[in-house]
């Protein structure tokens, strides 16, 4: 069997829907399960409906789900003719959106909005979505069972950011949708969302449906796992910021893992993990363009592949809004326990370091924003001097056996070399070379690097 991720902009509208269906009927014969996004904007919308409302803006909230309400409904219109089953539809949006309305009403009346809260404002878009898009293969003749994934998804109660119980979850999985699945039904079920013990609504987090599809592939025991989105598959960099960027054919989990955490807009960070852990395929698509073979990654690279032992860097990958600490030791050396010391700080806060450099008497390290970097530098300078550098942005280059290639380095700062750097790290992976720069430089710096590495020729079976 196979699990079969759609993201909000594959499913956006009626036409994106109907393409849905026409790929996914394609494919009934590998036996596959469903995950789907909310409606392309929908999840903003609806945490900005619960923004709106603790800020004491309940009309401008409550005129936020009016207009979700009547996206969903004609949705439901264009998609579903039979009456009975459109009707059943409408009663569920009409139940959700009057959970809604209740939300907005207990958050306005308390001005409070908690984490507890937030979840169960964002956990409806993909409820909604799910729900349409389930009638609609019945629609189209194919046997759907609409499955509410947080029956199987149970999390631990770090709400806005909930860790899945994946033993619970195979348990689950192999009672409420092996069977379904042995029986030929099409699953249709939801990512980000799941439930505590106690049946409270979780969420994993923004972007969190490419890891539900990672999971439910790693607890099925799936052939493959397929991430549907509206790009042809993992790039060699942003086609926003490089129009020449060209589509990755194969890369390893490591690549790919690494192009994540560091920006690259195809896969959630965590996506990878399961799919690792039991080594199961993952192919990126473009429901746009179901033809293209898009990006596979695998293991590790099969070295028969023309070219794939001379081609070093995969892909480059960006993350802007970071800001730099410099830390430095109030004595003259590091004394013992210091680096502990700076680490606990960012333990206790919840504050993740992405690149990080020191020397004899400093520490550089680098986050993302955060409303919690006041606090930090409070608690840094109890026992250290702290500077802030913010508006800086990270820039990774990404490939295998990076470490070991002369020249790689020398390639990349000759390319850039009129451009101040701020921070550089290698060594810790194999696979990156990162290194921190202005914000204000990053669109220039892509660009030159793309042209570096990536404007001759290069080994067809790698990239197109």
Known sequence: MIVMKFGGTSVQDAAAIRSVIHIVQNKLSKRPALVVSALAGATNH?????????????????????????????????????IAEREKVETFLKTTFDKLQSLVD??????????RSLDMFAAQGELLSSTIIASAFREA???????????????????????????LLKNHSARLIKPALEKGKLIVTQGFIGNTKDGITTTLGRGGSDYTAALLGAA?????????????????SDPKMVHEAKRVKIMTFQEASE??????????PATITPAVERNIPVHVFNTKNPVSSGTLITA??????????????????????????????TRMLLAHGFLYSIFEVFKRLKISVDVIST?????????????????AVHELKRFAQVTVEQERAIVCLVGEQMRYTPGIAARTFNAIRDVNINMISQGASEINLTFVIAQSDVDTVVKRLHDEFFSGPLPSAIFE
């Open 46 to 82: 609806l945490l900005e409906s619960a923004r709106l409302a603790v800020a004491g803006q309940k009309h401008n909230a409550e005129a936020i789900l009016k207009k979700l309400h009547e996206r969903h409904s004609g949705l439901s219109a264009e998609l579903i003719k039979p």
């Open 106 to 115: 207990g958050v306005s009346l308390l001005g409070e909005l908690t984490d």
């Open 141 to 167: 003749g194919v046997d759907a069972l609409w499955l509410d994934i947080r029956e199987v998804m149970i999390t631990d109660d770090q709400f806005t950011a909930a860790a899945p119980d994946t033993n």
């Open 220 to 236: 099925l025991d799936a052939n493959d796992i397929e991430i549907w989105t509206d790009v042809d598959g993992v790039l060699t």
């Open 259 to 268: 192009l994540a955490y560091f920006g690259a807009k195809v896969l959630h």
């Open 300 to 329: 590790k690279h099969d070295r028969t592949l023309e070219g794939v032992n001379n081609c070093v860097i995969k892909s480059i990958a960006y993350k802007k809004n970071i800001t730099i600490l410099n830390i430095a030791s």
């Open 359 to 375: 020397t004899e008497v400093s520490v550089s390290l680098t986050i993302d924003f955060s409303d919690k970097l006041d606090e």
